[in-house]
């Protein structure tokens, strides 16, 4: 019982140590999602913990994805779907079933990048841009969030329409793929 006793008193002894170093260095927890700096009475966050929740939806689908590259990808996302009123999770389950998140990829279509953008399709969407800047992040999701807003304003709101638009044909299966990935994201977020 006293081996115990003593075990525990250290354990105290050694968690009370770590409060004061950790104290008297001026690290601190702020809010459980940022580790800070404290600098006299203002704290300085050094790091989010927390994660965009466009990222983790994207590392869920396909945990292959650097993180890095996914919080670009997301980045992109959200600038887009906000500009042309789109689902974050039909976007991310749109670009999944394109392209598996991998930004530097060519269809036997010769379709480019993680929206598989098919410049035959869109040479007025492409035009602006060299063919090496379709596998740019940025520009690829904002021609495709563009492709499909307009196919949604077309179709008059009918998803089912409008991804038949973006692939170019009436496919269950791909269209079973987009839907499903997007309600699992849009319960799950």
Do not use: W
């Not at 601190?28 to 203002?42: G, K, L, R, T």
């Not at 060299?130 to 021609?143: A, E, P």
């Amino acid at each position: 019982m006293l081996k115990y006793l003593s075990d525990y008193i250290f354990t105290i002894y050694v968690a009370m140590a770590v409060v004061v170093i950790l104290t008297c260095v001026g690290i601190v927890i702020h809010n459980q999602n940022q580790i800070a700096i404290q600098e006299d009475v203002n704290i300085t966050v050094i790091e989010e913990v927390k994660v965009n929740p466009t990222v983790i939806m994207i590392t869920r689908l396909n945990p292959k994805v650097d993180k890095d590259v996914a919080l670009v990808i997301a980045n992109s996302i959200e600038k887009y779907t906000e500009k042309y009123n789109l689902s974050i999770p039909l976007v991310i389950a749109l670009m999944y079933r394109e392209s598996g998140f991998r930004p530097i990829i060519i269809s036997k279509a010769n379709c480019i990048g993680l929206m598989q953008i098919n410049p035959k399709a869109h040479p007025e969407k492409v035009k602006p841009y060299k063919r090496y800047q379709l596998f740019h992040i940025d520009v690829n999701v904002s021609i495709g969030c563009q492709i499909l807003s307009q196919y949604l304003i077309k179709r008059k709101g009918n998803v089912k329409k409008a991804l038949q638009n973006y692939l170019g044909a009436n496919n269950t299966g791909y269209l079973i793929d987009v839907l499903s990935t997007c309600v699992e994201l849009g319960i799950n977020k």
